[in-house]
Protein backbone atom coordinates (compact mmCIF):
# COMPACT_ATOMS: atom_id res chain seq x y z
CA UNK A 1 0.00 0.00 0.00
CA UNK A 2 1.49 2.98 -0.93
CA UNK A 3 0.90 6.08 1.76
CA UNK A 4 1.82 9.97 0.95
CA UNK A 5 3.00 12.39 3.27
CA UNK A 6 2.83 15.90 2.42
CA UNK A 7 4.47 18.89 4.36
CA UNK A 8 5.72 22.30 3.65
CA UNK A 9 2.24 24.36 3.65
CA UNK A 10 1.62 27.45 5.46
CA UNK A 11 0.87 31.25 5.41
CA UNK A 12 2.90 33.44 2.90
CA UNK A 13 1.94 36.46 1.31
CA UNK A 14 1.24 37.69 -1.89
CA UNK A 15 4.61 37.08 -4.03
CA UNK A 16 6.57 34.93 -1.72
CA UNK A 17 7.55 31.21 -1.83
CA UNK A 18 7.01 28.20 -0.86
CA UNK A 19 8.19 24.53 -1.52
CA UNK A 20 5.71 21.32 -0.70
CA UNK A 21 7.10 17.81 0.24
CA UNK A 22 5.15 14.33 -0.88
CA UNK A 23 7.15 11.50 0.77
CA UNK A 24 6.21 8.18 -1.00
CA UNK A 25 6.33 4.91 1.18
CA UNK A 26 5.25 1.46 0.39
CA UNK A 27 5.22 -0.24 -3.05
CA UNK A 28 7.38 0.16 -6.14
CA UNK A 29 7.32 3.46 -6.67
CA UNK A 30 10.25 3.91 -9.64
CA UNK A 31 8.25 3.56 -12.70
CA UNK A 32 5.10 5.93 -10.93
CA UNK A 33 4.35 8.96 -12.28
CA UNK A 34 3.43 11.65 -9.44
CA UNK A 35 1.40 14.36 -9.24
CA UNK A 36 -0.01 17.46 -7.55
CA UNK A 37 -3.67 18.56 -7.38
CA UNK A 38 -5.47 21.50 -5.32
CA UNK A 39 -8.73 21.78 -3.84
CA UNK A 40 -9.68 25.54 -2.66
CA UNK A 41 -12.69 25.69 -0.87
CA UNK A 42 -16.19 25.03 -2.86
CA UNK A 43 -14.22 23.79 -5.57
CA UNK A 44 -13.59 20.78 -7.55
CA UNK A 45 -9.86 19.60 -7.17
CA UNK A 46 -7.94 20.79 -9.59
CA UNK A 47 -4.53 19.65 -11.36
CA UNK A 48 -1.51 21.43 -11.06
CA UNK A 49 1.61 19.55 -11.91
CA UNK A 50 2.83 16.25 -12.86
CA UNK A 51 6.29 14.21 -13.47
CA UNK A 52 7.31 10.96 -14.33
CA UNK A 53 9.22 8.92 -11.84
CA UNK A 54 11.59 7.30 -14.08
CA UNK A 55 12.27 9.82 -16.98
CA UNK A 56 11.59 12.96 -15.24
CA UNK A 57 8.99 14.54 -17.84
CA UNK A 58 6.84 17.29 -16.36
CA UNK A 59 3.75 19.03 -16.96
CA UNK A 60 2.06 22.26 -15.81
CA UNK A 61 -1.58 23.47 -15.51
CA UNK A 62 -1.99 26.59 -17.31
CA UNK A 63 -2.73 28.73 -14.21
CA UNK A 64 1.22 27.93 -12.26
CA UNK A 65 3.18 27.54 -15.74
CA UNK A 66 6.09 29.08 -15.16
CA UNK A 67 5.85 30.00 -11.44
CA UNK A 68 5.42 26.34 -10.03
CA UNK A 69 8.32 23.46 -10.83
CA UNK A 70 7.88 19.94 -9.72
CA UNK A 71 10.66 17.82 -9.04
CA UNK A 72 11.96 14.84 -7.73
CA UNK A 73 14.57 12.57 -5.23
CA UNK A 74 14.16 9.21 -6.43
CA UNK A 75 16.78 8.42 -3.47
CA UNK A 76 14.68 9.91 -1.64
CA UNK A 77 11.34 9.02 -2.49
CA UNK A 78 10.30 12.69 -2.04
CA UNK A 79 8.41 14.77 -5.19
CA UNK A 80 8.49 18.61 -4.35
CA UNK A 81 6.47 21.38 -5.91
CA UNK A 82 8.59 24.79 -5.56
CA UNK A 83 5.79 27.81 -5.82
CA UNK A 84 7.02 31.27 -6.41
CA UNK A 85 5.15 34.49 -7.18
CA UNK A 86 2.14 33.20 -5.03
CA UNK A 87 -1.19 34.93 -5.29
CA UNK A 88 -4.58 34.89 -3.14
CA UNK A 89 -5.82 32.57 -5.87
CA UNK A 90 -3.45 29.76 -5.04
CA UNK A 91 -4.59 29.44 -1.59
CA UNK A 92 -6.03 25.70 -1.17
CA UNK A 93 -4.82 22.53 0.24
CA UNK A 94 -2.40 20.65 -1.69
CA UNK A 95 -2.43 17.01 -2.03
CA UNK A 96 0.21 14.58 -3.92
CA UNK A 97 -0.61 11.75 -5.48
CA UNK A 98 0.49 8.44 -7.27
CA UNK A 99 -1.06 7.33 -10.92
CA UNK A 100 -0.16 4.16 -12.33
CA UNK A 101 0.53 4.41 -15.66
CA UNK A 102 2.34 2.53 -17.70
CA UNK A 103 2.59 5.35 -20.43
CA UNK A 104 2.10 8.51 -19.48
CA UNK A 105 0.92 11.60 -21.23
CA UNK A 106 0.17 15.24 -21.03
CA UNK A 107 -3.69 14.51 -21.09
CA UNK A 108 -3.54 11.19 -18.64
CA UNK A 109 -0.98 12.48 -16.12
CA UNK A 110 -3.48 15.94 -15.34
CA UNK A 111 -6.81 13.32 -15.63
CA UNK A 112 -7.41 12.98 -11.51
CA UNK A 113 -9.36 9.52 -12.03
CA UNK A 114 -6.30 8.19 -13.04
CA UNK A 115 -4.60 8.52 -9.50
CA UNK A 116 -4.81 5.73 -7.19
CA UNK A 117 -3.09 6.87 -4.19
CA UNK A 118 -3.26 10.11 -2.52
CA UNK A 119 -1.90 12.35 0.30
CA UNK A 120 -3.76 13.45 3.14
CA UNK A 121 -3.02 17.01 2.02
CA UNK A 122 -1.59 20.45 3.51
CA UNK A 123 -3.01 23.73 3.32
CA UNK A 124 -1.24 26.84 1.65
CA UNK A 125 -2.63 30.43 2.35
CA UNK A 126 -1.27 33.48 -0.30
CA UNK A 127 -2.53 36.89 1.92
CA UNK A 128 -3.14 39.89 -0.41
Known amino acids: QVQLVESGGGLVQAGGSLRLSCAAS????????MGWFRQAPGKEREFVAA????????YYSDSVNGRFTISRDNAKNTVYLQMNSLTPEDTADYYC?????????????????????WGQGTQVTVSS
Open 51 to 58: ITWGGGST
Open 26 to 33: GGTLSTYT
Open 97 to 117: AVALLTRPTMSSMSRRSNYAY
